[in-house]
C-alpha cells in the first residue's frame, strides 16, 4: 500500500484538477515521439511522424494523448488502489499491445516536463517530488502485469 | 549524436542562462535534493538549505561548466578534462546521479523557459547533458 501525505494528496488533486486534459495529454505525447523517438516503434498506424511539426500537428497522436490523461485520471481519483486500477490496462500493454515497461518512464517524464512549463515557478522542488511519486506508482502499475 | 543546428540551440540557451548561473543551479540541485534524497549523501559537508550561500555557490559552478562545454560540444573530452580527473578521483558520484540530476535540470528549464522549452530544444539539451554526463564519467574505470 502506497503511504500519502496530505500535502502529497492534495498537490495531486490540485494540478489535475486544474488541467487542460486535451492540451498536456497531446503535448507529453508528441514530446516523447520528439525527445525519445523510438518510442515511435509503438505508433507505426498513426500516419506523418516524420518530424516534430508533423507530429505536433497529428491528430492521431493529439487523441491518444488525450486518451492517456483520461485514463491518470482514474489513478488519481483512485490513489488509493492505483494498482488495482491499472490492472487491466497493464494486461493490454503487455499481452496485447506489447510495450516494453521502460517507455511508461519515458512518457512520465515528458509529461513532468510539460506541467512543469506550464507551471513554472509554482512547480517547486515538493511539488515535483510529489508529482514523480504519484506517477511512479502509476508507471508501476501499468508494468504489474507483466510476465 | 548532436547536429548542427542542435548545437547552436543549445550553446544559444547556455549563453543566456549565464548570468543567471547561481539561480538555475541551486533550482536544479534543490530538486534533486527533494526528489532523489539519496543524492543528498554527497553534500554532508554542505549547507544545502534553500538559497544558502553554499547551494547558490555550487549550483553556480555546475552551470557554469554546463555552459562552457556549451559553447564548443565537439571539444567536450578536452574542456572537461580537469573535472573528468576531480569526479573519478575524488568526488566518486555514482553516475546513476548524473541521469537524476540532468533530469532535474530539465524541470527547471522547463520552468525557467515556459513554452520556450520546446520539444525540440528539450530533446537537443537532454541529448547534450547526456553527453556531457558520459564525458564526465569516462575516467572512472
Known sequence: MVEWTDFERATIQDIFSKM??????????SRCLIVYPW??????????LYNAAAIMG????AKHGTTILNSLERGVKKMDNIKETYAELSKLHSEKLRVDPDNFKLLSDCLTIVVAAQLGKAFTGEVQAAFQKFMAVVVSSLGRQYY | ML?????????????????????????????????????K????????????AHLLSHGKKIVLAIAEGAKDISQLTVTLAPLQTLHAYQLRIDPTNFKLFSHCMLVTLACHMGDDFTPVAHAAMDKYLSAFAAVLAEKYR
Open chain 1, 58 to 61: 497529428n491528430p492521431m497522436v
Open chain 1, 20 to 29: 487542460d486534459y486535451e492540451v498536456v495529454g497531446p503535448a507529453a505525447l
Open chain 2, 3 to 39: 547536429s548542427t543546428k542542435q548545437k547552436e540551440l543549445i550553446a544559444e540557451i547556455w549563453g543566456g542562462l549565464t548570468p543567471v548561473a547561481e539561480d538555475i543551479g541551486a533550482d536544479a540541485l534543490l530538486r534533486m535534493f527533494a526528489s532523489y534524497p539519496g543524492t
Open chain 2, 41 to 52: 549523501t554527497y553534500f554532508s559537508h554542505l549547507d544545502i538549505s534553500p538559497r544558502s
Open chain 1, 39 to 48: 518510442t515511435q516503434r509503438y505508433f507505426g498506424n498513426f500516419g506523418n
